[in-house]
């Protein structure tokens, strides 16, 4: 069986891994080698994971949901921090920040470091982007397919009031808007400053990455992980030729709802669909996904238990959310295939 | 009194050691302030260093001899390793050989990989060597102003047999020559394979640094640190429009002998001499130099004791040469300061 997620970063390699248990897979590490020929295997799970998170800090492009997805399913992750490396160093850091270098508020570890030159270099030589999570793959043997959105230059760009504006003497003017890189916005402020609008720059001009759309035409299932609707799904979809590939994809398509009681458990959903005017719960989350009979995302959405949801055209069902372990998650996973039938 | 050095890495940033200390500065460390004004003083030494032996790697500038002079006059140089920085750590390094990045035979210690991602944003963004080296040296103050032999790329390079070569079955042909940069050679290869020349790659379209005619014009004495005469000194003397500076400099130029009993203390200066037919002693390298009355570069020649050293044209003094400490090496100064009257 064939699956194929849209995600973005931690949430949605957390979700991964229970997509890879699901399948049989060790959670953490690769797929193997095929018992038949000795070959390393195809992944039965492929992941179109967004990369409007990233961000090029100090030189080097640094793609956040990327990684957060190699080094999670690689079992390297830190995930008592979040992101980023199990015993990671940051040496270089605090040197970067001893030079006045910035982005202060956007720490690189030592060994996210290295990653990010070998991508860079890779980047600057001319690979596209899918090319080169492909060959970080190599090393990380992430178990999954991992393909960036696109292989085009896309940055989530966040609309906020200048937070540095400062009136001038006897002047009445209010702020201006300015447009913040999605990391100053989510990680210098916290997501505390109100979003007036998200801006995926570049996304008029870009075309799905490498892999995208064959994997959506390929797939005996299509999952949505319980990534932020807003700024993880929702660049994903800005990407030209993927709403539509979507739309025309054989498998079915369940999504499942990143709220439980309305709060996200992680990150800050709640003010990216307030920017959006999507109210914070899951029945928002899920009409504005929309039911794929009508033009939308969904055939089927998860949602947390005792959520009283309504979609029209979509089947809702309920189960436990919390992915507390690889298990958990591979019994929403298996809720999400029941949902489809 | 202005002391304009030229200068290669390690033996020519312990030499400035002893310049510093001769001039009454603290020779770790920055210039002070002007008693009088209360503003930052200018330094009295400037160096005009090698910038032959950089590198790009793993898409970062690294600048050997820059660094060594940076970080020695700084007083954060390991000088027991004697490369690099002291309380280095090597994750990022070790993390790259795990991705099987080359090169594996130069390692980036994890705050040395600061200072290139610093320098190499500001070279991409357009700023010239000298003033990312002047902006590195705002935040280590080495009390001695720093000036990259030029803006341009220079790169050495060593021709040799290509020590990769394989006869094919029953074919007699010997090894082709191939170029190595000189990185390459030098740390790789230990200098172990017999150089037939060195190329100064760019050279002939470079041009002195910001600064480096104006301290050669303004300066009341010119020293030729204890450096390799071939790849530290030789770049700097290859960069077009130097030789004439010097030349018509109003100073004396005196020369420090690298060598001690025929030998070098540390580095490869005598696989260096035999690559340009030059006697690995303190007189093949006086005469290599040459007198500036006829063209070449000295007016004075400092050897180590014991030697028997004549150069047509060039005053000949000894004294100990051992750099123990700054004081032992600001008496070799006071030795060309006397050498030059």
Redesign the interface.
Known sequence: MKITVLSGGVGGAKFLLGVKAFVGLDPFGGAGTDPVTGEAATPDVTAIVNNGDDIRL???QVCPDLDSCLYTLSGVADTVRGWGRLD??W???A??A????EAPWFSL???D???H??R??ML?AGYPLSAVTAA?GA?WQPGVTLLPMSDQRIETHVVVSDPAFEPGPGSTAGAPDVALHFQEWWTRYRAGIPAKRFVFVGAEEARPGAGVLEALATADLILVAPSNPVVSIGPILAVPGLREALLAAPARIVGVSPLIAGKPLRGHADACLAAIDVECSAQGVGRHYGARSEGGLLDGFLVAEGEDVQIPGVRVAEAPLLMMDPQATAAMVAACLELSR
């Open positions: 100090h030189g080097l990671e160093t040496t270089a850091a040197e970067l001893s030079y006045g270098a570890g030592d060994k470091i290295a990653t030159l070998v860079t270099r600057d970080l090393k």
